[in-house]
């Protein structure tokens, strides 16, 4: 609900300057410290005039000077508001004026990693968790995860993925992380070197270093992981082949072939976290390393974005011998996935459910992507923009930070490549995520986004 304020205005008659002026540089001031916030509703101008003793022509001039300029909004008989915009600037400025800060509530967030959690079918949910509520507590939850859950998982990545595997080869996690964790107890056994892409899932390397592994960056380009010079020594190698986080690369065939021997040759073992894969614009499906050398791959998949992260389901995929030692190691160290979650998860994909999500956020994401690619593609360099929910914007280390804190300033969150580098920064920009933000706010925020990276080079 839109609010009314009072308005500690001060003016002044022993000035030359007329007190319209004064009381619209007052108004601006205040939007602009943000004393005045969007959508607060200012007095009539009949109620400020008789506040400030002044007539009532001043206050009427003043607030038509701001709705000129944009400051302020509304119409007859409905009451003034100050406009829910960025910040315009007044006429004579041509220096950068930040707007005020925007409430937490009302700021853009472009940072990558969410997904767009306020549009699901609500019948189908509730109908899952009515289902779920069938389920008796068990004493010994099942480590491996809930049998139907494992056949409809084996089911769903044969269709989404293309990948042929049975319910012994599926163990149910609680997300990528938790399959981080146990493929850590199981592979690396209290150390060893771990390999994780640089930039890449800072998680990622925290759970391999709580496990007591030595972290080793290995380099990514505009592709993904680079093969060529990566250690011989290293037990497991991390990687996100389907849309690289963050670069949004996908890794070809070529190069899947050739991390694939350098795995067979070495001994380690590939963790593929298939991130993004649900989600591609424009062009085909890659097979996932798993399907290509099921022997030498642990697939790692979760619910976090393609339904939300709250859900805490995910699946780990692997050889059957190596499945029944991380389920006797979860077991051992007791960990578990909640059984009426899984439940739930399972009703979802029973009814198809999930799959109608996953259809409908396929076409939402892709037309939010397409306001991204039309909006920034001509100011800056995009990659990445062919799958997934994030691009990079690729920009000059010099205007990188300044832009971030320019779009906070105006009410939009973003991230840099700058927090993804475990060594030496190699590329630079922004990680523009549109998966949390509505499509009217990707394009307003872009729009900003946008105007911030021209003046930057001016």
Not at 38 to 45: D, N, V
Not at 46 to 60: D, F, H, I, K
Not at 83 to 91: G, L
Request: overall charge neutral; glycine content about 10%.
């Amino acid at each position: 609900m839109r609010t009314s304020v009072d308005l500690p205005v001060s003016l002044s008659r022993d000035t030359a300057e007329p007190l319209t002026t004064q009381l619209a540089d007052w108004l601006r001031r205040a939007m602009l410290d943000g004393a005045l916030a969007p959508g607060e509703r200012l007095p009539s101008t009949r109620a400020l005039a008789a506040q400030l003793e002044v007539s009532r022509t001043v206050v009427t001039e003043a607030y038509q000077q701001l709705y000129a300029e944009g400051w302020l909004d509304g119409r007859h008989g409905s009451g003034t508001f100050v406009a829910d915009m960025e910040a315009p600037t007044p006429p004579g400025e041509t220096t950068y004026v930040p707007a005020p800060p925007a409430p937490p509530a009302a700021w853009i967030d472009l940072t990558a990693g969410e997904p767009w959690v306020r549009d699901y079918d609500q019948a189908a949910w509730k109908r899952a968790w009515r289902k779920a509520a069938d389920l008796p507590p068990r004493a010994a939850p099942d480590p491996y995860g809930l049998p139907r859950l494992r056949e409809l998982l084996a089911d769903h990545l044969r269709r989404a993925r293309g990948m042929a595997v049975g319910p012994e080869n599926i163990l149910v996690t609680r997300g990528t992380g938790n399959g981080l964790d146990l493929c850590a107890l199981a592979l690396l056994g209290g150390g060893g070197r771990a390999g994780v892409e640089d930039p890449g899932y800072h998680v990622a390397r925290t759970v391999f270093a709580a496990r007591g592994a030595e972290i080793v960056p290995c380099p990514v380009d505009e592709d993904g992981v680079i093969v060529d010079g990566l250690p011989t020594d290293l037990r497991v190698l991390y990687t996100t082949p389907a849309h690289q986080y963050p670069l949004g690369g996908r890794l070809p065939i070529p190069r899947r072939e050739r991390l694939l021997a350098w795995a067979r040759s070495t001994g380690a073992t590939i963790i593929e976290d298939d991130y993004d894969a649900e989600f591609r614009y424009d062009v085909a499906p890659l097979p996932a390393l798993y399907g290509l050398d099921p022997s030498r791959v642990v697939l790692l998949g979760t619910l976090s974005k393609t339904l939300a992260p709250d859900v805490g389901v995910g699946w780990l995929v692997g050889d059957p011998e190596l499945v029944a030692g991380i389920a006797r190691l979860r077991r051992a160290v007791a960990d578990r996935t909640s059984g009426p979650v899984q439940q739930a998860v399972s009703t979802l994909l029973e009814r198809g459910d999930l799959d109608r999500h996953l259809r409908r956020m396929r076409l939402e994401y892709a037309r939010r992507r397409a306001a991204v690619v039309e909006l920034l593609g001509p100011v800056c360099r995009l990659r990445g923009d062919t799958a997934g929910l994030h691009v990079l914007a690729e920009l000059p280390a010099s205007v990188v930070p300044a832009l971030v804190e320019r779009a906070r300033e105006r009410g939009v969150l973003l991230d840099s490549t700058g927090r993804h580098h475990h060594g030496q920064e190699r590329l630079h920009g922004l990680v523009i995520g549109y998966g949390s933000a509505s499509l009217a706010d990707v394009r307003r925020g872009c729009r900003i986004l946008a105007d911030l990276i021209k003046n930057s080079f001016v």
